[in-house]
């Protein structure tokens, strides 16, 4: 718990912003992967253009609203928390102000500043916004950058859809003796680009990111081309 705070007391602006960058590479990934393996299917199953971007279309439109759904009540939650968490901190500050002046005392102290610095600071932000302070050392939150659902849904959305067009537009753009070696180049190069953009956000090492991404939407693709081209043989 500590380790978290702290860890979230440095991550700072610059902390949040790639997290959110990573999150929306995330979701144009999910959008390239579901979107591919859907048309590749259906293109196992029949060459008929209006199928195909009939059944692109509505991954791509259930796909990016699945993801703003889940993106608005995950996130919703979180501020529900927050807030709570919020009160709860406002409410000890007004019935047991010394334990709280101590207990932030002893937070400043944990981060390295002796003890009577620690009770100097912990005086002075008590008395310029207590409860910001203990927002900030003990929660690790902004009270005025809490998390919003709507952003986040949002951005989940457009990521989704921007990774979902790919796949669509380079099942139903080529001519047909083209269109299955456009779409899984095309996707493939892409998953390149996310697997490595991902790693390197998280800070890992992009190399085994890369290689587990481009395979997994390898088999997404071989898979559902599998079951397309059954089903097709089967109907024929
Ligand atoms: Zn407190």
Known sequence: MTQRMHDEAHGGALG??????RAAVLGANDGIVSTAGLVV??????????????????????????????????VSTQRDSERAALALEKRELREQPQEELEELTAL???????????????????????????????????PDELANPWHAAWASFLAFTVGALLPLLAIVLPPEG?????TVGSVLAALVVTGWASARLGAA??????????????????????????LGAVGA
Do not use: C, F, K
């Open 108 to 142: 400043l102290e944990r981060r390295g500043l002796s003890q009577e610095v620690a009770r100097e600071a912990a005086l002075q932000l008590t008395e310029r916004d207590a409860l910001r302070a203990h927002a900030s050392v003990e929660l690790g939150i902004n």
């Open 205 to 230: 090492r992009p190399g085994r990111a890369l290689v587990r991404n481009v395979v997994g939407g390898a088999l997404a693709m071989g898979i559902t081309y599998a079951a397309g081209s059954l």
């Open 41 to 74: 299917g259906v293109a196992g199953a029949t060459s008929d253009r209006t199928a195909l971007l009939t059944a692109g279309l509505a991954g791509l439109l259930a796909g990016s609203m699945s993801m703003a759904v889940g993106e608005y009540v995950s």
């Open 16 to 21: 949040s912003r790639l997290n959110w960058l």
């Open 178 to 182: 083209a269109r299955l070696p456009v």
